[in-house]
């Protein structure tokens, strides 16, 4: 196989000589400049098969160097990776915004993960692409507050834990900026997200998550619970997440992830990571008209329509538009329809019961069996790229 060219981009010359050395020992070429401006004539001319770019440059800041290399179709295609000194949340965003494909923190926590990524996008290590590796990641999310997606992600965790026996499920609330979850199945300890990102990378490794993720018995899953209060949240390592899942995934055999309305550059690659993504609406025209477009970002932000699990939840009563309308507006499937439940969903949650335990007979114990079955399914046919 042909040495790979990557252009590394970086005015620190420290960082630059040894980010060069660790490519190097991948046998790739690797080009160098610390201006974005050259940048530019050595990524038109030279057409590197990736570019590597600390964002703040002197005379070209990393967002207009890749919208230049974006607009030009000599380098509109280059995979493109930030890696930055910055933990500011917002340049994350303008970074991806611009056309980046990943951001990472400088860091030596983060160099082995940058290596990996660069390794899959590259495809270094063999000739036809690696499978994805560890536990099936399956994320929910919602475009608008009170549709339940909160009590359908721990339901159908719990679900998919009875039924794949033998397989250890962990529960996850990166809900900002309080999580729910952990009153919907009555844990009150002092573990949640927060604590964990604030502990060294090296201790959070899938060891750690096996002995000390609390164990959740009624609930068939173990759960890292969310953030407990505001403040709590703000001391939230948002640059620690992405290991914390690698960690997860690595430990169990599904890991849920409730992201809630949280769609953010916190959120965003968890959800480009994960094997399905379970998008909730309601019935009413508010949320559908939300919910298509946050369809639509994340259809252009390169999520196929086949990693979709789309949730229809009656929460809040018989009104509003049909499963057909819907599914017209979203262009979209619903596969999973769940019927109005009147009280009984918010009375199982508040003894902290699972609804299939609490109403076994419902008509939507059955919906959430068979989902959870579906669910399992379509992210194992995703994992292996069967469509």
Same mark, same amino acid.
């Given at each position: ?15 630059? =000589? ?12 690797? $080009? ?7 940048? +530019? ?7 590197? =098969? ?5 964002p703040?440059?002197? =005379?070209?800041?990393?967002? =207009?160097? +890749? ?8 380098s509109?295609?280059i ?6 000194r ?5 340049? !994350? ?12 923190? !400088? ?9 990996? @990524?660069?390794?899959? +996008? ?10 994805p590796?560890?536990g099936?990641?399956?994320v ?13 992600? /721990?339901n ?10 033998g397989?250890?499920?962990? *529960? #996850? ?11 919907? #199945? ?7 997200? #927060?604590?964990?990102?604030g ?17 959740i018995?009624?609930?068939h ?7 407990? &209060?505001?403040?709590?949240?703000? %001391? ?22 409730d ?11 968890i959800?480009?990571?994960a094997?399905?993504?379970?998008? #909730?609406?309601g019935t009413?025209?508010? %949320? ?9 970002? *994340? ?12 949730i229809? &939840? ?8 049909? @499963? ?11 596969? $999973? ?11 199982? &949650? &508040? ?5 299939t335990? !609490?109403?076994?007979?419902?008509? /939507? ?7 959870? !079955?579906? $669910?399992?399914n ?10």
């Open positions: 196989m042909a040495s790979k060219k990557i252009l590394l981009v970086d005015s620190d010359v420290a960082s630059r =000589d040894y980010i060069s050395r660790m490519l190097e020992k991948k046998q790739c070429t690797v $080009m160098e400049t610390s201006l974005g401006k050259e940048a +530019l004539i050595i990524a038109w001319r030279d057409r590197p =098969d990736l570019i590597l770019a600390d703040v440059l002197s =005379d070209l800041s990393g967002e =207009d160097l +890749l919208r230049k290399l974006r607009n030009d179709q000599r509109a295609g995979p493109a990776i930030a890696f930055s910055d933990p500011d949340p917002e340049r !994350k965003y303008a970074c991806l915004g611009a056309g980046f494909n990943e951001y990472f923190l !400088k860091s030596s926590e983060t160099i082995p993960l940058l290596l990996k @990524k660069i390794d899959n +996008l590259l495809d270094l290590e063999s000739e036809t692409p690696a499978k590796t560890g099936l990641l399956i929910f999310l919602s475009a608008k507050g009170g549709t339940g997606a909160s009590s359908l992600c /721990a159908l965790a719990m679900t998919i834990g009875l039924r794949q026996k397989s250890r499920v962990a *529960l #996850v609330d990166s809900v900002l900026p309080i999580g729910s979850i952990a009153q919907i #199945v009555g844990y009150d300890g002092a573990l949640n997200l #927060v604590t964990v990102s502990l060294p990378a090296e201790q959070t490794n899938a060891a750690y998550f096996k002995q000390q993720l609390p164990s018995s009624v609930w899953c173990n759960l890292l619970a969310g953030s407990p &209060n505001p403040q709590g949240a703000t %001391s939230l390592r948002a640059d620690r997440i992405g290991q914390i899942v690698e960690a997860l995934r690595s430990a169990y055999d599904f890991v849920l992830i992201i809630g309305r949280a769609l953010s550059p916190i959120s965003l690659p959800i480009q990571q094997d399905l993504v379970s998008l #909730v609406a009413d025209l508010g %949320s559908v008209s939300l919910t298509k477009t946050v369809w639509e970002f *994340l259809r252009a932000q390169g999520i196929p329509a086949g990693k979709m699990f789309f229809l &939840n009656r929460a809040v009563g018989l009104e509003g538009l049909t @499963k057909n309308e819907i599914e017209a507006r979203l262009g979209l499937d619903v596969k $999973m329809a769940m019927p109005y439940l009147g009280g009984n969903f918010s009375l199982a &949650n &508040n003894q902290h019961i699972p609804f335990k !609490k109403f076994p007979n419902d008509t /939507a114990a059955m919906v959430l069996q068979e989902s959870a !079955k579906q $669910m399992a379509q992210a194992q046919r995703v994992r292996e790229g069967i469509k």
